[in-house]
């Protein structure tokens, strides 16, 4: 089956438990990334390791193109002109970074030339800006499904600068995409505010885990921000099963409500997990049920009958 993995944004642990809870139920799982691989968490470099590794075009674990990874593409060209400015004697510029961290990454394991990060490059160069993929669900019906960072514009040709830019920059708040798709997307973290608010009572959200709108499915828990949240959101690094959706996420609720967030700050994973018995994680685990998570999200059984479920 086809699963589809939001933005790990550097958190490698909640990966690595995320891809064992998959392909231990399902060891022939095609596995898609919405992309932003990079920034922001614990252990990008890791990361960015065993996405290079295993990451290819068409084989079991694929991926499109964030805005992260296109943010860096933009960098290198400033980059290298930099770099060439040095060799032939043009006033010292400041060295150009990265909008966030990747430059520091690369400068703190000595990787700051253009031959070094030239295969970073063109990995994330190689990305594509969005797949469809026909499946044929559990419920014996061929359905579409678009996968991309952002959004899908439907209207604009799917080559086109401004559907490229639709793809990794576009945030709705609302889906309605005008398409027989459904859209799988990341990018917009389901806790930022005027995401959640505004869906709460519309859609029954559940921050900090898979959200739905009308066509569309956002699977971005902001997994890198739980540090931040851990009193009230779970973060999750979310997954979703295309034949099925099902929501497939690295830990129990209780589990990820009981991780040592104050560790991850000084630079440890989120991935600490106290026994599920934990009194504080249950009672917000219970409190946070009891209010995200006590319907079905009406978008989500309308996918579902567009998906042949009965």
């Known amino acids: 089956m086809h699963y589809v993995i939001g933005d790990v944004h550097g958190c490698y642990d909640e990966l690595m438990q995320l891809l064992s809870r998959i392909e231990d139920a399902d060891s022939d799982a095609t596995i898609l990334f919405t992309g932003d691989l990079i920034d922001r968490g614990p252990k990008v470099l890791d990361v960015l390791a065993w996405a290079m590794e295993h990451i290819t075009s068409d084989g ?15 960098w290198s060209v400033d980059f ?6 040095r060799t032939t004697g043009a006033p010292c510029l400041p060295m150009p970074r990265t909008q966030y961290d990747f430059w520091r990454q690369m ?3 000595g990787q700051l030339t253009p031959d070094q990060i030239a295969p970073y490059i063109r990995f994330f160069q190689s990305m594509p800006f969005s797949r469809r993929l026909l499946i044929h669900t559990a419920y014996g019906k061929e359905t579409a499904f678009r996968i ?15 559907q490229h830019f639709c793809n990794i ?10 398409t027989d798709e459904i859209i799988v997307h990341g990018h917009t973290p389901t806790i930022v505010r005027d995401y959640y608010i505004r869906g709460q009572f519309l859609f029954q959200d559940a921050p900090g885990m898979v959200c739905y709108r009308p066509g569309a499915v956002n699977i971005d828990g902001g997994c890198c921000f739980f540090p931040y949240y851990y009193n009230c959101y779970p973060c999750m690094l979310c997954a979703i099963c295309l034949e099925t959706l099902e929501e497939i996420y690295p830990c129990p609720l209780s589990s990820r409500f009981a991780g040592d967030a104050s560790r991850e700050e000084s630079g440890v994973s989120v991935c600490l997990y106290a026994e599920d018995g934990d009194f504080d994680a249950v009672r917000r685990t219970e409190e946070y ?12 059984l309308k996918m579902l009958k567009t998906m042949g479920k009965a």
């Open 60 to 74: 079991k674990y694929q991926t499109v193109r964030g805005n992260h990874e296109q943010l860096v593409i933009d």
């Open 80 to 85: 290298q002109r930099w770099w060439d400015g």
């Open 107 to 109: 400068s703190d394991t």
């Open 148 to 162: 991309v960072h952002a959004w899908y514009d439907a209207r604009e040709p799917e080559d086109s600068s401004r």
């Open 169 to 178: 920059w576009e945030r709705n708040y609302y889906g309605r995409a005008k």
């Open 289 to 300: 049920q009891k209010k995200y998570r006590k319907k079905t999200p009406l978008p989500r």
